[in-house]
């Protein structure tokens, strides 16, 4: 532990010099600067204390923080903007190639189940007709009768 300890001066003929100060000023600078220090406490904001660092941090090593983050940053910007342009082209692909062509599926679909239905109405048709026709009759093979005659 440090004890500190006031020495006052032994000759008044040194007091001469600009270094020296009466014990009255030594006294009134200490209290003045305890009171600065918790008035300057309250107000200064987590920003003010972190430009205050400038100056412990050497030039250099700020140098080398500053472009590396800078470079960072450049990378993150030209990555999110490949990205978004990579999303951009799959999306506007999807929607001009991708929409039609699930639109034109689900059309011929469509047509492919009506030709079943209707190919399944005239099986049925046919079937209730050779049904209810006459005996000699069945024997003759018809031809696929549209519908109507």
Do not use: C
Not at 76 to 103: C, D, E
Not at 105 to 132: F, N, R, T
């Amino acid at each position: 532990m440090v004890k500190v300890e006031i020495v006052e001066e032994k000759d008044q003929q040194e007091t001469n010099s600009p270094y020296a100060s009466s014990s009255s000023s030594r006294t009134s600078s200490s209290v003045s600067l305890s009171s600065v220090g918790s008035e300057l406490d309250g107000e200064e904001s987590f920003y003010e204390r972190l430009a205050a660092l400038v100056d412990i941090v050497p030039p250099t090593t700020r140098h080398k923080i500053s472009s590396r983050l800078s470079k960072t940053t450049g990378f993150f910007k030209t990555t999110g903007k490949v990205v978004g342009n990579i999303v951009w082209i799959v999306t506007t692909s999807a929607l001009l190639v991708g929409l039609p062509l699930a639109l034109s599926l689900e059309d011929e679909a469509k047509i492919v189940a009506q030709e079943k239905e209707m190919l399944a109405q005239q099986q049925g048709a046919q079937h209730m007709a050779s049904m209810y026709a006459q005996p000699g009759q069945q024997d003759q093979p018809k031809g696929v009768v549209p519908p109507g005659f």
